[in-house]
């Protein structure tokens, strides 16, 4: 089916990572905007953003990934409004008919309901507790949250089971649930994952510009901390030649903030997200864009993007391990790095129903 993936004339971009909309790559046609030859003045619309509804039918999403720490997840939204321009989730959206650029941004989709979805499976005969990820492909505490609240719903779904849990966000609105994560943090089953890609505010906002900045991400740090959540920063992801010089900066800050531990990622560019990558580096940071890119495909074998397990999350050779020794130095230094404990699966138990008898012990 033909599918208009272009800018309409005269539409205004505000605050958006992408600058482009190109059509997925499973789309047969690509339309290009072209000029009517009317010399008529455009109206000037700014594009905004949409969230679509979906009834779930599945909450809980495994995967046999040897890189990933977890094996399920949960995912309250598809797209993500941070727009960050660098996220590896992007392409996902060509599944939904949709651009992986502005779409991704723009073209939200809300699963309100799972969390009765998610009550249904974690009750199931056959299953085995083990912790549940959320934030593992978009943001659940992305600016709709606030309105949708469709990962509130998930946490209370999860407290009440005191299912262990672990979160990943740079969404502030993380403070919001405190009511419910302290009591689950004082039972040893969640912790958070906070993400700072780096500490100037400028570049944050051009990278991702709507997600918090850098010094109010630190200060959600201090308040999950003074709540009794673990917190583990995030350096993620270090863009060679961009933001790898403040890798001791960020967890120097996150130390003092309160976080007890830290973790890096390389940059990845699967599929859709190098073209948009690039187009950004040559607006925003045309000076470094070939040093960029260069970097980048020498840690990841010369390619834009190494998809192998093992070599995904980190890249390999000169600069990686240059990378990964100075992460482990400051480390050291800042006394992030202390493992953190294992959440906790003994406390499992699905909770009675309505009008169910109470279990006598």
Known sequence: MEKDDTLLPGQRLRARGASGNASGRFEPRARVAHHDGW??????RLLRTEVRLERPRSALSYNRSPDLPFDRSVNPY?????????????PSHAYLNLSPGLDFETRLIARPGIGAVLDRELRAKGYEVAPIALGTNTDPYQPIEAEHRVM?????????????????????????????????????????????????????RRLEPRAPLPARRLAAIRRLTAAGIPVRVM??????GLT?????????????????????IMLRLPLEVSPLFQD??????????????????????GRDYDPAWGKRMRGEGQWSTLIDQRFKLALARTGLSQPQPPLRRDLFRPPPRAGEQLALF
């Open 244 to 264: 790898d010089p403040e890798l001791d900066a960020i967890l120097a800050a996150a130390a003092e903030a309160g976080a007890s531990a830290a973790s890096w």
């Open 280 to 301: 950004w580096l040559s607006e925003h940071a045309p000076d470094r864009a070939a040093k960029v890119m260069a970097r980048v495909r020498e840690v990841h074998g």
């Open 39 to 44: 010399d008529l003045p455009e109206e000037e």
């Open 152 to 204: 509130r719903e998930v946490l209370e779904v999860l407290s009440a089971f005191n299912h262990p849990t672990a979160i990943t966000t740079k969404g502030t609105l993380i403070e919001r649930d405190l009511d419910i994560l302290a009591p689950m943090a004082a039972q040893g089953l969640v912790r958070v994952g906070l993400s700072i890609t780096t500490l100037d505010p400028g570049l944050s």
């Open 78 to 90: 598809r797209g993500c409004e941070h727009g960050c321009i660098y996220c590896f989730a992007r």
């Open 235 to 240: 350096v993620a992801p270090v863009i060679p």
